[in-house]
């Protein structure tokens, strides 16, 4: 128990530091684009005087560290500065946005448990009978292999040109009720959903196979349990940790901003915000959304990590989970 | 009584999966052996043109004239398309064999020294990962400028964190091992017990890691072009053509055809090396899932 608070403990503060260097990274990767603020404002006709007095309005003549620090200081106060090109506060534009990423990572994460878990557990007991044949290791790879762009392309010019009855991009206004706003999001949210169903099929299947040949499903089956009852509470249950692990991570991958997908379907999420941000050399906008992404990337390991120690002590004196 | 349909599972695998597998492992090897001699033999003679040449009309399909039909502007598809190949995939050669060349060191160091190196170097890896990958790229893309450069410099951000990961805990598993223990008591030199002693035992992690690296740089390559900060016309990349396609798709929907099934078939096919190359070097379940 001890143990586990202390490794509890250990995690929690590496998960601090890696957030120390990414904002960090952040902040230096901003400051090392080309292309100053005094640029963008102000244009390249401006004199010297009128940089200089910009730079000190926006408290770009102090020391980088001062700077960096002021920023990570706003943060705090929940200040992320407004955006050079709506002079809005990024924070109300973010709070606008990631309810729409968060959507459409909840649609995606609903398919893929849907879809995904149970044809791998199918497949991973399956497999024992006669191993997985080249087919299904085709069919998975490729569902690992398109990518959302070649997809996304095709899934829209497809859904175009047919009218299918659902509709493709022209994301309705933000608020315009939940039915036509998931109707929106669902084709964007299968295109991001393939690479998922196929990837925790694949990682299913294999803690599945894992899990069959330990000793103890011979001795339940010895038993007379029966197969569903075997794999419900025998196989899933040590199954699990994988599982949630690869969950986690498709979560985390899916709120840092599906940028692709959102680009192509146009959908005014936080992947999109991050492009365009860029594109303008918008930094505020730059700097919140993606610390935002990687902080979100942070915390879900964390809890995983977290959540996972406490199913399985094994993890906080090995370092990995048994089996 | 019941019946079962759960069957006992051994650990050996069947002879029948193993063939399956064989002959899925030389037909992936076949399809990129066939792609980059394509490649190579275009780069070397260019038997379908110039890919800046004007062929023919804009936006015209496949014909005896131009094989894959005319981009927007009147060029061989076919050309550029073989241009692409070869952009992308040295692009991505170069830059993964930048990342195994990076991870290997960062992550036999660390797997081996522990305690504070190894903190250390993980909590650098665990920086880059915490980024989106495509968010990454872009980052960088935007600092660096748009181009091959960029493309280059992101796919090695992007992979050697998973890489360096896989080295180090592979590293660590060897270090504990008596030959290693024996070398050091005897007075062998870190650096000569890594690179003669460690490396040699963790090649397997290092190849399988490599092929999937390659598919995710590819995948990267592709994403950064498609979002226009990756190669730059008038050059060619697959990425680059996927992006020029989609935005014909309507009239001329061959544009996207062709280096899209290119791109796919070689992703899956090197996927699928590696997981050959995994069951057979490298024991532990070490997926990649990026």
């Not at chain 1, 390249?44 to 620090?69: C, K, M, N, T």
């Amino acid at each position: 128990m001890l143990q586990q608070l202390r490794w509890s403990a250990g995690r929690v503060v590496s998960a601090l530091i890696t957030l120390l260097g990414v904002s960090i990274l952040i902040f230096a990767a901003v400051r090392l684009m080309p292309g100053s603020y005094e640029d963008i404002i102000l244009g390249p006709l401006a004199s010297p005087e009128e940089r200089a007095a910009l730079a000190a309005a926006y408290g770009l003549d102090r020391p980088l560290v001062l700077q960096y620090f002021s920023w990570i200081g706003q943060i705090f106060s929940g200040d992320l500065g407004t955006s050079f090109v709506t002079q809005t506060p990024v924070a109300v534009e973010l709070g606008a946005r990631i309810p729409v990423t968060a959507l459409l990572t909840v649609v995606a994460l609903v398919i893929t448990v849907a879809v995904g878990i149970p044809l791998g557990v199918w497949t991973g007991v399956r497999s024992g009978a006669k191993q997985g044949g080249a087919i299904g290791r085709v069919v998975s790879g490729l569902g690992i292999s398109v990518p959302e762009f070649v997809l996304g392309s095709v899934v829209v010019f497809v859904f175009s040109r047919l009218a299918l009855g659902i509709q493709v991009g022209g994301f309705s206004q933000v608020g315009a009720g939940f039915g036509p706003t998931v109707q929106a999001l669902l084709l964007p949210a299968i295109v991001l959903s393939v690479f998922c169903v196929a990837a925790s099929a694949r990682t299913t299947r294999d803690a599945v196979m894992n899990v069959l040949v330990e000793p103890h499903i011979a001795a339940a089956v010895a038993r007379g349990e029966t197969p569903w009852h075997i794999v419900r509470h025998h196989v899933m249950r040590n199954a699990g940790i994988p599982i949630l692990t690869l969950l986690a991570t498709i979560t985390a991958y899916l709120l840092g901003g599906a940028v692709i997908v959102e680009t192509i379907f146009n959908i005014p999420g936080l992947g999109s915000f991050m492009v365009t941000g860029l594109d303008r050399r918008d930094f505020a906008v730059v700097q919140a959304s993606v610390l935002f992404a990687a902080t979100v990337f942070i915390v879900v390991s964390l809890v995983l990590d977290l959540i996972t120690s406490a199913l399985d002590p094994r993890v906080a004196v090995t370092g990995k989970a048994g089996s | 009584m019941t019946t079962y349909s759960l069957p006992l599972v051994r650990r050996k695998r069947g002879a029948t999966t193993r063939r399956a597998r064989d002959g899925l492992f030389i037909a992936s090897v076949a399809t990129l052996a066939v792609i980059v001699g394509i490649a190579v033999v275009a780069a070397v003679v260019p038997f379908a043109g110039d890919p800046a040449k004007i062929v023919g009309p804009r936006l015209s399909a496949p014909s005896g004239a131009a094989l894959l039909g005319t981009d927007a502007l009147g060029r061989s598809v076919l050309a550029r398309l073989l241009e692409g190949i070869g952009t992308t995939l040295v692009l991505s050669a170069i830059a993964v064999l930048c990342t195994a060349v990076i991870s290997v060191i960062l992550g036999m160091v660390a797997g081996y020294l522990g305690g504070w190196t190894r903190e250390g170097v993980m909590r650098f890896v665990d920086v880059l990962y915490s980024f989106p990958s495509i968010v990454l790229a872009i980052l960088i893309a935007a600092v660096v400028g748009p181009g091959q450069i960029a493309a280059l410099a992101s796919i090695v951000l992007v992979t050697v964190p998973l890489m360096t990961r896989m080295v180090s805990a592979a590293s660590m598993a060897v270090a504990k091992r008596d030959f290693v223990t024996t070398a050091r008591i005897s007075g062998v030199s870190g650096p000569v017990i890594l690179f003669r002693h460690v490396l040699p035992n963790i090649s397997g992690t290092i190849a399988v890691q490599g092929t999937y690296a390659l598919s995710v740089g590819i995948l990267v390559e592709g994403g950064l072009s498609f979002l226009g900060y990756g190669v730059q016309l008038p050059q060619s990349s697959l990425g680059l053509l996927i992006q020029e396609g989609s935005s014909y798709m309507v009239q001329a929907p061959w544009l996207l055809f062709s280096p899209a099934v290119v791109l796919v078939l070689a992703i899956l096919a090197i996927n699928l090396v590696g997981d050959t190359l995994r069951d057979r070097l490298d024991p532990r379940e070490t997926r990649s899932l990026v």
